[in-house]
Every structure is written in structure tokens, then in C-alpha cells.
């Protein structure tokens, strides 16, 4: 007896120890892009992934440098201006194997406001390559070298220890260079090697690898190009490798997509998401083989997929579309395995192989409609192998609107795992018909209503706003229980809800 009533209070005392923690949020912004504090789904709430909006062309590749395999670009605000840095590069489609018609070469652009670019003459490089250099310098071209003009990859460095010659970095290389080398610029444009030699080999690398400062751990981070292991051998897929210094990395470790099947992967786009940095969102390339039926050999664009499979067949077959995938800690994501962007109506002839690869990189645009909120902008290619279409195209999604809780007129429910917060008032990111409505909920760990704060004293919330203050019957001050273990409900019908932050 005396060993049994000590198993009971070990017990006891166990599942006191292993009561869920609540989770300390402060004021920062939380999107339903996983379940990571969703605790229980009620009715007919669900996850539902949202598809970009389509825009205006962006930018041609159509400079004697750039041509129909232009790409890998990357885009970011650096103050008042935009910047963008692409690769220049053409092939020769025909009914002889694929080849380079030229060699590569790292372009530059930049933008007053994030939708119109310019191509700037710089004068650094000419154009064609020559040895007594008798071509011309009036052109966008930024570095014009080796392997690393297939992928070149900049960022701006927010480290605060970092040096002002080496404000922008870059990571680029290939399978002939042995790995990804290392640049630097103080300005952004005028550029320099860093490393004398690869800093990472292991991996493909003939993809758009990327690179940021990570601030919250104080490292670099480096998301590569890499085939599957174990279980996966042999899939496209994507490894991470991480620096101190950004001189000296570690190996390179492959993601995880649990309760994904096995896909492939051929850009990963993975960054820290700006309004929630905490968040890391990716905007893979998904490459997809499929054999070509009947069906397939009529799908436009028919004359250049019947060039394209002569000179190479695969790039003639098979197709590439755009997902989306969150994570929290950078090496295990949350993927849709539904496209974030499908390739689009067969007359337009998206529907192959090099088409519908994501910049790198998201910014804010302001809307086309005077007064509404400004929007996320990210941009598409289109129209690849084709040596006078060949192009970029802005698409445009609502703030944090890349994922939300839905709910149809029928009716939902979304309760929270036990959070903490800062903040006197709370917001949401929402929209309704005009027949729906969200009304929330402030319960204890145990799922009481809090006095003040229930389901009944809240009022009716319809309509679409970005940064909605919800209120209750007293108001919306909050600060009463500040630092209290709480939990959100959310009672929805015919609505989205995007995001949420307790805000002063």
C-alpha cells in the first residue's frame, strides 16, 4: 500500500509537471499559418490557404544580356527605394540539344515604389564580353564572372556588428564552383568577393539558394539546395546550414514537412516574415514529372513544348508550379500540398516546365483602390524559353492574408492553447460577408469565460479591416489581465480571420 499511494502522488505530481505551459506571445503578431496555437476546431471552421492576385507585368527580360532563362530574382526595400537582382541568361530552343546562347550574367534594377522598375545604365561591365572590352557599358549588369551568375543571391545585413563595406552580402555558386562562394558591397551594386574559396559544398546548389541574418539567434542562415535522404532518397528538396560569422558553416541539414507526401522542391524563397519575424515563410518552386499523355502534347504552349522535348525532354514535359509553407523553428515546416499559385488558364501557356518560379523576397505595395490598406507584393515568371516574352508579373495578397481560419455561414469555432500577453487592446486581421460575423471569447486555462469577456459580451464584428480592435460590452481594455494564462475563442460564420496582437 505504501508504494502504491507513492506511484499515486508520482503521478499526481507528473501530470501537474507536464500541465501545458502557456505559451507568452507579448504583443506580437500571430497568423494562422499552422496549428502551433490552436488547440481544438469546432463545427466547420478550417485552415484555408488563399491564392495571390494577379497584376500588371513587372519586368521584361528583354536586354541582349537577359533573354528567355532569365531569373532568380530577389527583391527588397532598402529606404526609399526598392531593388531588385536578377540573372541575364538565354538559351537556344531548337531541335538541337538545349545549349547556352550566351554566358550569364547578374542584372540590376530598382523601383520607387515596389510596381514600376528601371534599369539602370551603370557602367561597371561590358556588354558582349571581349578581350580588348569593345562592348558597350550602357547597361543594368552588376557582376559578370563564374558559376555564381546562375544564382547570385544578395540581402541586406541587419547585424548590428556588421561592417559597413560589407552592408550587402551575397551567397552564389554551383556544382563547378564545389559550393556556394560568398560576396560583399557597401552600396549594393558595386561588388567584391569575400571568401577566397566555397563555404558550403555539400548540397546541388543549382537553384536559388538564400541567406539572411537572423536576429533572434544572432546567426546567419542558409537555406540550399538539397536531395532527400533515408526514406526520400534522391527528391528535389531543401537543406539548412547556419554561421556565427558567415565564414565558417555548418554541414547542411534537410527540412522536415510532416504529413506531407514526398514532392519536389526546386527554389525554397524561406525568409523571416517582416510583420512577424518570428515566422518563416517559404515559396518553394514545386517540380512535378509527369508523363505526357495525349492530353498533355495539346496543352499550350504546344509549338515550344515540341522544340523543348526534341532538345531536352524533361524541361519539355514536365511542369512547375508555387507553394507556400510556414515553420517556427526553420527546419520543420508546415507545407499545403495545393498550389499557393497554379500555372493559370491553358490559352495563356504557363503550363510548363521553368514557368511560375517566386522571386525571393516580399514587400509592401500601396493598393490600386485609394484609401485601402496597402498590400504584400511578390512577383512570378512567365512565358520562359520564349526570347521575346520572357518576363516577371506582380502579384499582390492581403496583409498576412496568405492563410486564414474559415468558417461558412454555417458556423465555427477556434479555441487557443493557453497564451500570455502584453497589451492593452486586441486586433484582428479579418473579413466577413454581410450576413457573417466574429465575435471572441477570453476564457481561463479552463475554459471559463472570463467576467467581462464572454462569448455574449462581445460585440457583433463584421466587415474587413486589417487592424480591427475588437471590443465587449465595457470596451476594449484588456489590460486587466495582462500576464493572466488565457485562451482565445473564436466564434466565427462566413468569415476569415488572418491574424492576431495584443497592441498598446
Known amino acids: 500500500m505504501k508504494y502504491f499511494r507513492l506511484f499515486l502522488l508520482t503521478m499526481t505530481l507528473s501530470s501537474v509537471a507536464g500541465a501545458e505551459e502557456p505559451v507568452s506571445i507579448g504583443n506580437r503578431r500571430e497568423l494562422f499559418v499552422d496549428r502551433a496555437l490552436v488547440e481544438r476546431l469546432e463545427g466547420r471552421s478550417e485552415f484555408r490557404l488563399h491564392a495571390p492576385t494577379r497584376r500588371e ?7 541582349p544580356w537577359e533573354g528567355n532563362a532569365s531569373g532568380y530574382a530577389t527583391v527588397f526595400q532598402d529606404g526609399d527605394i526598392y531593388r531588385m537582382y536578377y540573372r541575364g541568361h538565354r538559351y537556344l530552343v531548337d531541335d538541337k540539344p538545349l545549349r547556352q546562347a550566351q554566358s550569364e550574367v547578374v542584372c540590376y534594377a530598382e523601383s520607387q515604389d515596389g510596381i514600376t522598375w528601371v534599369k539602370p545604365k551603370l557602367g561597371l561591365f561590358d556588354w558582349p564580353p571581349t578581350r580588348n572590352n569593345s562592348g558597350t557599358k550602357d547597361n543594368n549588369i552588376i557582376w559578370r564572372g563564374g558559376p555564381e551568375t546562375h544564382n547570385f543571391a544578395p540581402f541586406k545585413d541587419t547585424n548590428p556588428d556588421c561592417k559597413p563595406d560589407e552592408r550587402y552580402k551575397a551567397i552564389g555558386g554551383t556544382v563547378t564552383s564545389k559550393g556556394l562562394l560568398t560576396f560583399k558591397s557597401a552600396d549594393g551594386v558595386h561588388w567584391s568577393k569575400k571568401s577566397d574559396g566555397p563555404v558550403v559544398t555539400k548540397g546541388a ?7 539572411f541574418w537572423d536576429a533572434g539567434h544572432r546567426r546567419y542562415v542558409m537555406y540550399v539546395r538539397y536531395f532527400s535522404k533515408g526514406e526520400f532518397k534522391g527528391l528535389r528538396s531543401i537543406g539548412v546550414s547556419y554561421s556565427t560569422d558567415f565564414a565558417t558553416w555548418s554541414e547542411p541539414v534537410g527540412l522536415t514537412y510532416p504529413g506531407s507526401p514526398p514532392q519536389q522542391m526546386y527554389t525554397n524563397q524561406i525568409a523571416p516574415y517582416y510583420r512577424a519575424p518570428h515566422l518563416l515563410m517559404g515559396f518553394p518552386t514545386r517540380y512535378v514529372a509527369r508523363p505526357l499523355n495525349e492530353h498533355g502534347k495539346r496543352l499550350d ?8 522535348t526534341k532538345s531536352n525532354q524533361r524541361v519539355g514535359t514536365d511542369l512547375t508550379d508555387g507553394l507556400f509553407m510556414s515553420s517556427r523553428d526553420g527546419q520543420t515546416f508546415r507545407r499545403w500540398d495545393e498550389a499557393f499559385l497554379r500555372p493559370g488558364p491553358q490559352t495563356e501557356g504557363h503550363w510548363i516546365y521553368g514557368d511560375n518560379y517566386s522571386t525571393y523576397g516580399l514587400w509592401e505595395t500601396k493598393s490600386p483602390t485609394p ?12 512565358y520562359a524559353w520564349l526570347d521575346d516574352d520572357h518576363q516577371a508579373r506582380r502579384y499582390t495578397i492581403r496583409l498576412d492574408g496568405f492563410v486564414s481560419l474559415h468558417a461558412p455561414l454555417a458556423g465555427g469555432e477556434v479555441t487557443t492553447k493557453p497564451l ?4 492593452k487592446k486586441l ?4 473579413a466577413t460577408s454581410a450576413a457573417g460575423s466574429v465575435r471572441i471569447e477570453i476564457q481561463d486555462v479552463e475554459g471559463k469565460p472570463l467576467p467581462g469577456f464572454s462569448f455574449e459580451d462581445c460585440l457583433d464584428h463584421y466587415g474587413d479591416s486589417v487592424n480591427q480592435i475588437v471590443a465587449w460590452k465595457s470596451g476594449a ?18 468569415a476569415d480571420l488572418y491574424s492576431f496582437r495584443f497592441v498598446d
Open 371 to 382: 484609401g485601402d490598406p496597402t498590400e504584400i507584393s511578390m512577383q512570378y515568371t512567365e
Open 427 to 430: 486586433e484582428i486581421n479579418y
Open 477 to 494: 481594455d484588456v489590460s486587466v489581465i495582462v500576464g493572466q494564462p488565457i485562451r482565445l475563442r473564436f466564434v466565427m460564420k462566413d
Open 301 to 308: 504552349p504546344v509549338p515550344l513544348r515540341d522544340r523543348l
Open 205 to 211: 546548389f543549382d537553384s536559388h539558394n538564400t541567406c
Open 420 to 423: 500570455q500577453f502584453t497589451g
Open 57 to 63: 507585368v513587372a519586368i521584361k527580360y528583354d536586354q
